[in-house]
């Protein structure tokens, strides 16, 4: 089989069967570009997860991208479509697609983690969509940067949250009417410069599924705060409580924000039957505060053994990719792994457990077969 290039600009097509068939630039494939397709946990709405073996891809396609949506997708048209800034600002102002990409653009690679990702390992069992593995996926947004918006519009001394408001509405279990989906982040989380009002991902118009014609992305967040389908944002002068800010997407009363340092072993895989003698873990690291410091491993129960970083984000918002080297024993075996955030924050080893299952950043334990036999292919 031809060896792929390195860092190829992948395309991606549905074939008549479950699984993609991604191929480079110059028309090669190998193994690892057959990938699986997903099984969506909803269709009406869209719930998708990205396929584990995908997220080894060093340029995830975006047909790839896991999908997590409360409603349909609106039907909005590009051209009659305005967004509008106001609320607790000296003037109000209101933006066409065109009038925003007219603006100087900024492109950020960024993670997005659903806050129910793993919410299926909770003991005991919480309420909520059950994600397994996949809610989590890296891209590159582009768009304007929204703290160039808010200087236009003089926010006032009263400003203390910045409401994100989709186009997207529909029930919500607290509510005899219909909803719009909306979040806000405080205005000093605003005020950063990272916060994006992207019209483009992976170089493309956002596709409507993930939020077209414009959508909030805040890196460093958990993907609830990034809105998709924005049609207005409000400078607010008291904390929202709306339905999404106060009943859901919260841990002990607080609202979710920050994503905690997470990682997860992509190779080899549970259940894997692997020979017996020297085999190369390979994985990925993401959030916490300032970005992944490091990422360690070990066979359950041991020592913990640092990894190698093989490579990591330009910005912190992005992937840390990592690998390591592990003597295996035969038998049933279990391989761990924790990332270390730069305020020193460490994955536990058990998830905090909340009524609603979000936030779980606990450490990740693939249970692996190894075998006596060195016949076997290495993993």
Same mark, same amino acid.
């Given at each position: 089989?031809?060896?792929?290039?390195?860092?190829?600009?992948?395309?991606?097509?549905?074939?008549?069967?479950?699984?993609?068939?991604?191929?480079?630039?110059? %028309?090669?494939?190998?193994? #690892?570009?057959?990938?699986?397709?997903?099984?969506?946990?909803?269709?009406?709405?869209?719930?998708?997860?990205?396929?584990?073996?995908?997220?080894?891809? #060093?340029?995830?396609?975006?047909?790839?991208?896991?999908?997590?949506?409360?409603?349909?997708?609106?039907?909005?048209?590009?051209?009659?479509?305005?967004?509008?800034?106001?609320?607790?600002?000296?003037?109000?102002?209101?933006?066409?697609?065109?009038?925003?990409?007219?603006?100087?653009?900024?492109?950020?690679?960024?993670?997005?983690?659903?806050?129910?990702?793993?919410?299926?390992?909770?003991?005991?069992?919480?309420?909520?969509?059950?994600? @397994?593995?996949?809610?989590?996926?890296?891209?590159?947004?582009?768009?304007?940067?929204? +703290?160039?918006?808010?200087?236009?519009?003089?926010?006032?001394?009263?400003?203390? =949250?910045?409401?994100?408001?989709?186009?997207?509405?529909?029930?919500?279990?607290?509510?005899?009417?219909? +909803?719009?989906?909306?979040?806000?982040?405080?205005?000093?989380?605003?005020?950063? %410069?990272?916060?994006?009002?992207?019209?483009?991902?992976?170089?493309?118009?956002?596709?409507?599924?993930?939020?077209?014609?414009?959508?909030?992305?805040?890196?460093?967040?958990?993907?609830?705060?990034?809105?998709?389908?924005?049609?207005?944002?409000?400078?607010?002068?008291?904390?929202?409580?709306?339905?999404?800010?106060?009943?859901?997407?919260?841990?002990?009363? =607080? &609202?979710?924000?920050?994503?905690?340092?997470?990682?997860?072993?992509?190779? &080899?895989?549970?259940?894997?039957?692997?020979?017996?003698?020297?085999?190369?873990?390979?994985?990925?690291?993401?959030?916490?505060?300032? @970005?992944?410091?490091?990422?360690?491993?070990?066979? %359950? %129960?041991?020592?913990?053994?640092?990894?190698?970083?093989?490579?990591?984000?330009?910005?912190?918002?992005?992937?840390?990719?990592?690998?390591?080297?592990?003597?295996?024993?035969?038998? #049933?075996?279990?391989?761990?792994?924790?990332?270390?955030?730069?305020?020193?924050?460490?994955?536990?080893?058990?998830? =905090?457990?909340?009524?609603?299952?979000?936030?779980?950043?606990?450490?990740?334990?693939?249970?692996?077969?190894?075998?006596?036999?060195?016949?076997?292919?290495?993993?």
């Amino acid at each position: 089989m031809t060896k792929r290039a390195k860092n190829p600009m992948f395309k991606v097509r549905r074939t008549d069967k479950p699984y993609y068939i991604c191929r480079d630039s110059q %028309g090669m494939v190998d193994a #690892e570009s057959v990938i699986p397709a997903a099984r969506p946990l909803s269709l009406q709405p869209e719930i998708r997860p990205t396929p584990l073996s995908a997220l080894a891809l #060093e340029d995830l396609p975006t047909e790839l991208h896991f999908v997590r949506s409360h409603f349909g997708v609106p039907p909005l048209d590009t051209q009659t479509w305005v967004l509008t800034l106001g609320g607790a600002v000296e003037r109000a102002r209101y933006f066409s697609l065109a009038d925003l990409q007219r603006r100087p653009a900024r492109t950020q690679t960024v993670v997005l983690e659903c806050a129910g990702h793993r919410r299926n390992e909770f003991q005991p069992s919480t309420s909520g969509l059950q994600w @397994g593995l996949g809610a989590v996926s890296e891209a590159r947004w582009t768009g304007v940067p929204l +703290v160039e918006l808010l200087a236009e519009v003089s926010p006032t001394g009263r400003s203390c =949250e910045v409401l994100f408001e989709g186009a997207d509405r529909g029930p919500h279990r607290s509510s005899s009417k219909e +909803v719009p989906f909306a979040r806000s982040i405080p205005f000093e989380r605003a005020l950063k %410069g990272d916060v994006l009002l992207a019209w483009e991902m992976n170089g493309r118009p956002i596709p409507p599924k993930h939020g077209a014609p414009l959508r909030a992305i805040v890196p460093g967040s958990y993907g609830v705060a990034s809105v998709k389908w924005l049609r207005r944002i409000e400078l607010l002068d008291r904390p929202f409580n709306g339905l999404f800010q106060i009943q859901d997407y919260h841990v002990n009363g =607080e &609202p979710l924000h920050d994503l905690r340092a997470n990682s997860l072993i992509l190779k &080899p895989g549970p259940g894997d039957a692997i020979a017996t003698g020297p085999v190369e873990l390979f994985g990925i690291a993401w959030g916490g505060r300032g @970005g992944i410091a490091a990422v360690e491993f070990r066979l %359950g %129960g041991a020592s913990w053994q640092p990894a190698t970083i093989r490579r990591r984000p330009q910005q912190p918002s992005g992937l840390t990719r990592w690998s390591a080297l592990l003597e295996l024993p035969p038998g #049933e075996q279990v391989v761990e792994a924790r990332a270390r955030d730069r305020a020193g924050q460490i994955q536990p080893d058990e998830p =905090e457990w909340n009524v609603l299952g979000y936030a779980n950043n606990s450490i990740h334990r693939v249970p692996i077969t190894v075998s006596a036999t060195r016949s076997l292919v290495r993993s």
